[in-house]
């Protein structure tokens, strides 16, 4: 059964920095693409970031681009999310994804999602 | 960046009815990358429909996907008391991931 558990949310001032994990398991974490997607409270969904199976190839919102760093350890099955210099809009809750197809592609949808961390951002 | 324009914003059915959601999107889409989520409340999304109309593992046939270009549409065609949700459809192309605002089918 494939499991995406995320961890590290809280409260982060503005200008701080915090970093998500998301643990995988049930699948081979290193054949698939994977991303973050983040939730507003009361809005809808925006894509944050997505990373390749290898994580030779990194891609990024242009609202979260130079402040955001993805990346993924194989060997730990672990996909992380470092926040650098957070702002007030960056308030959301923060949901790992896995891309469907094991091509490690990001032409994909997302067939599995966590269940999400909220991140604060506030003095 | 593909921009996506869902409507309505709100949708109000009784169970039973019919729900035709929309999706539109800002430039051509190439149907292979058109996707469909629902969200219930405090749950993750969930994939309904990838590549248009191909229904993903466990979801029901009262859910389907149609279209080409610039215009979608998500058809259920009969209301469960569990298909009050949010839906959002999404494109995953060469172009960048992009989501619509979602619509929301309330019970009547």
């Known amino acids: 059964e494939v499991q995406l558990l995320e961890s590290g949310g809280g409260l982060v001032q503005p200008g701080g920095s915090l970093r998500l994990s998301c643990a995988a398991s049930?699948?081979?974490?290193?054949?698939?693409?994977m991303s973050w997607v983040r939730q507003a409270p009361g809005k809808g969904l925006e894509w944050v970031s997505a990373i390749s199976g290898s994580g030779g190839s990194t891609y990024y919102a242009d609202s979260v681009r130079g402040r955001f760093t993805i990346s993924r350890d194989n060997s730990k099955n672990t996909l992380s999310l470092q926040m650098n210099s957070p702002r007030a809009e960056d308030t959301a809750v923060y949901y790992c994804?896995?891309?469907?197809?094991?091509?490690?592609?990001?032409?994909?949808?997302?067939?599995?999602w966590g269940q999400g961390t909220l991140v604060t951002v506030s003095s | 960046e593909i921009v996506l324009t869902q409507s309505p914003g709100s949708l109000s059915l009784s169970p039973g009815e019919r729900a035709t959601l929309s999706c539109r999107a800002s430039q051509s889409v190439n149907s292979i990358y058109l996707a469909w989520y629902q969200q219930r409340p405090d749950q993750a999304p969930r994939l309904l429909i990838s590549?248009?109309?191909s229904r993903a593992t466990d979801i029901p046939d009262r859910f389907s996907g149609s279209g080409s270009g610039t215009d979608f549409t998500l058809t259920i065609s009969r209301l469960e008391p569990e298909d009050f949700a949010v839906y959002y459809c999404q494109q995953y192309g060469p172009a960048g991931l992009t989501f619509g605002g979602g619509t929301k089918v309330e019970i009547k």
């Open positions: 049930g699948f081979t974490f290193s054949s698939y693409a």
């Open positions: 590549a248009t109309s």
């Open positions: 994804a896995k891309f469907q197809a094991a091509v490690g592609s990001t032409l994909e949808p997302f067939d599995y």
